[in-house]
């Protein structure tokens, strides 16, 4: 580690000044379990850390007048994991996203650890990474010029890291209202339970009146340096109600498109491969299943 | 090769004998044999138990080590003038300012007539991560920011990282200018056994199997890391080091050694060391860096490594390359087996070549093979040092032979059980000598291996299989101690002080690093003595005040200290005994101890207390018996009646053996390839046991390291000889989330005949089963035989995917991948590159 000036602000136009004063050796920490490993291998040498822990319009998360899910980015992924037992429980297949918040790296980093932080370190083996792609979440940002709003899709620039401009600080991640989607399923391969992804996969689904998928959309995190749409595979569900056969075809379509045969040298890319078609395949058959159900309760 | 063979005949009944009768092992008031909570658990578990880098001395400096980014290089030149210049730096120094001033070492473990170990990189650089440079400042940090501007000269040299590569003449040398036993070459040493007539066995075999074999390189992964704090008193010439290692007199004498000082000049202590496994049983560049800066500065210097250098330059378990094969007859007799082994050492090693004597000798167990042929080239690699690590070899030979075990089952048409059964050791009286060598002086491996079996469903689960489940089995023998070829000494020693308040001090230089010396040593005192366990306390290993003794290893404690300690507490009590009976006009033999006292036989509420006696002894010498000498201390050195290894390979090489047998049931998702173990059973031969708290402990944390070493360890290079997983967060060693709950751990005495307590190690023996019972588990489930090492999803799944494809019912993984590039078949196997052609010793 060397040395550093450490800055708590308590609003956010404060720590967009300070990020501004401190130039380009300032840095932003929201839960620092990304940046902390790297400074302390000294992989990062920031000269002043600005602190999203003390700014309170950060933290926890909204439904919105028209039902969108708004999620303060230094918001830590134990408080969401625990949406349930608050004051704003999530519905619906937002639920996913806090099943996806309990269930990565371990405790501690749970704790410590917030959204804004893994979006922002862009580690593509990240499963927010993976979700608000897969999702089509909005994150809205501030910085000296103003504020601005990116689709998660185009956040993440396709060959690592994000499109994010010196001083610019995410405040808030947006779902799309429950009638976004019917259904959502994430999958992920990890070797031990505490470990990032090997791959991930999102299924999310919209159900037509008629009960055939009327909108889907296949996403694949871990392979590539920024999650990737599996649009073939997600063209070959709509219109239709996957079966167990077409789950397992459609995944293997999705191998073929995110990772083909002839780019699978390794035997790491060849397990990749393998298990995009696998989990790929849950993803569609959990997604699927749970629409029905949220159809049918409906 | 592919006839069945009838099912062999059931093997004849065996009328049960495992052991001469048990001994007894004391009265219903004794300690040994109960589980007493741990002495030391409370400091560890509140957070107050200091170790290496809690030590903070006045004056102290930090010290940092500059280590190699590239494998193998031509050190041209090094360059400390910008680092000298940086503030708070109080000195630096590299290869070059040392040669000459400090003496080579890892000569006496290797036979080497000069040693191949040096504190820095002088004119090559062997491995990646190896020191080159050192700066001592004010803070790590200063110390640190040094490190950035030392300038290092060097010019790239092709890497050598498969150890089958170091046979080829012309693969890159590595050690330059060494003669070795056999010349200069990367093939350091070879080894060989040579028991009975395997070329006829083989001809007379019903059944020969034969396969490829390979084990991975694991860490210690001990979480306490390697470190230091060097302090020498410019005044009196005394080195003071405190260094978290297993064996303080090694590290003093060699230390010494290398420092060319006298050896009462440099002094060990040993804080809280939180474990070793093997990966600090010896001295290191770090120890001698600190100590010679301390010896310039006249300060102290800390010196603790960070895990990506433990993980490139502590020492990592050997890896190995086997052609393994084993003969048999129709009734399932192993009459033979024979092997070729590389083993990889790494770039140096001052224990690697051991590893495969041992390893390969005791390996042989619980089988008392008669015909027994192997060969070992012993190579150097550009890639970590290798050396000891949890089981010793062991691990590396029972994950071949019990795959074979397994293999020549399948050839037979007999169940493994009963394969195993028809074979493990059951000699018709004790102690037995195997043809190995190995002298057996009881073990129930017979009734593990049953136990195991049982625990686990063995015959329900093979009558009905589940889809992919399986289940395997695999036994082993450990040594309990160890005579090393090349250290030929196996002994321990303590020192017992009854002090002036009727308490006791232990002292000894055998360091606990996990196995609870403090509570087990008080536990076998306490017996002896008579006195309460509360009032006996374990000094800390120091070798300025303890007896001289080998250190914590080969799982010996307990066996070897143990006796050093059950025979100094004799003493100490044939003591307080006599000068009771002067006391008490009494005669000794109608004295008994007890209840902290010496009183009369029968009578455990009268006599003299061990406070009044140490009084006499010390402050009222007149109340001794005449020409007692007035002293309440006994020492006992206990060396184990073991042998040198034999020309031939063969000998008994440890004081007794431990039996383990282990059973596996897994489950493997053919999706994703993941291997689970769902329920695990193990039935262990640990003598007479001490504390059976520790005993479980030590068999549950053997079992984890298998299970690491069988399903995710391993050190990943690249083809520069690059450690692509030196950090916990990337090198796969298991969770604890990963482990299944141990619920089926069984203990079958077979007291030891020849340790007077019974006791037998049981340290390494949860271990050495684990790879293989889990490998054939997976066969089991699968169809696929891994003969590589780990067994990771990935591997399982492309292995699958192959295996379908292919359309086959049985299918080895890597061998039948289609870019497998070793030899797939015996007839392509590679041949020893050593000859028996006019050797002398045959």
Redesign the interface.
Known sequence: ???FSFHSPRGLGEAVDLLERHGPGAQVIAGGQTLL?AMK??LARPSALVSLAEVADLRGWRYTDSGALEIGAATTYAALAEAELTGVPLRGWHTEIAAVAGDLADRPVRTMGTIGGALCAADPRFDMVTLVVALDAELDTVGAGGGRTIRAAEFFDPVGGTVLRPGEILTTVRFRPQDGFSGVAFEK?R????DAALVSAVCALRLGADGAVADARVTVGAVHPAPVLATTAADRLVGGTPTAVDTVEIGLVAADEVLPAEQATT??R??QR??IG?LVGRAIARSHERAHTTTAGS | MTETLPTAPPTRPRAERHAPERRETGSGNKLVGRSVPRTEDLALLTGTARFIDDIRLPGMLYAKILRSTTAHARLNGVDLSKALQQPGVRGAICGQDLLGKVKPWGDMMQDLLVGDHFPFATDKILYEGQEIAAVVADSK?AA??ALEVIEVDYDELPVLVDPEGALDPESPLIQEGINYEFGEGNIFDRYRVRVGDAAAAAADADVVVRQRFVSNRQAGAALDPHGCVASYDSFTGVLTIYSSTQSIFMVRDVLADTLQIPRNRVRVVIPEVGAGFGSKAQMFAHEVIASVLSMQLGRPVHLVLGR?EIFRAGTARTGQVRYAEMYLKRDGEITGYRDYIVHDCGAQSLWGNQVVHIGTNVGMLPYPIPNIHIDADVVHTNTAPAGPLRGFGIPETIWAKEQLVDMAAERLGMDPLDLRARNVVQPESFPYRTPMGQVIDSTSIDRCLQTCAEAIGWREKKARPEPNEGVGLAVSMKYTSCRHPSLDTDLSAVRVRLETDGTVTIFSSDVSHGQGHATFLAQIVSDVLGVGFEKVALAPPDSATAPFGLGTYASRAAAVLGTACRQAAERLREKVVAIAAHVLEANPEDLDTGNDRVHVRGLPDTGLYLENLAGYAAYRTHQLPPGFEPTLEAVATYDTPTEREAPDGSGNFSVTYSGAAHAAHVRVDP????ITVIDYAMAHDTGTVINPLIVEGQHQGGFLMGIGMAL?EDYVYDDQGRLLNASF?DY?A??A??LPELTKMFEIPAPSVNIPGGQKGAGESGTGPVPAAIGNAVYDATGVRFTALPI????M??AL?EKERRGLDSFRYPDDMPDFTSPRTPDEWPTPTGSDEGDLLL
């Not at chain 2, 999706?671 to 993941?674: A, L």
């Not at chain 2, 990771?792 to 591997?795: E, F």
């Open positions: 580690m060397k040395p490993l291998e000294r391969f070797y031990r339970v505490f035997s790491v060849r397990y393998e298990l696998v | 940090y640190l920011d990506g999706d994703t390839g993941r995710g967060k796969q298991p969770y989330t990963e990771t999803p990935d591997r799944l492309l995917r």
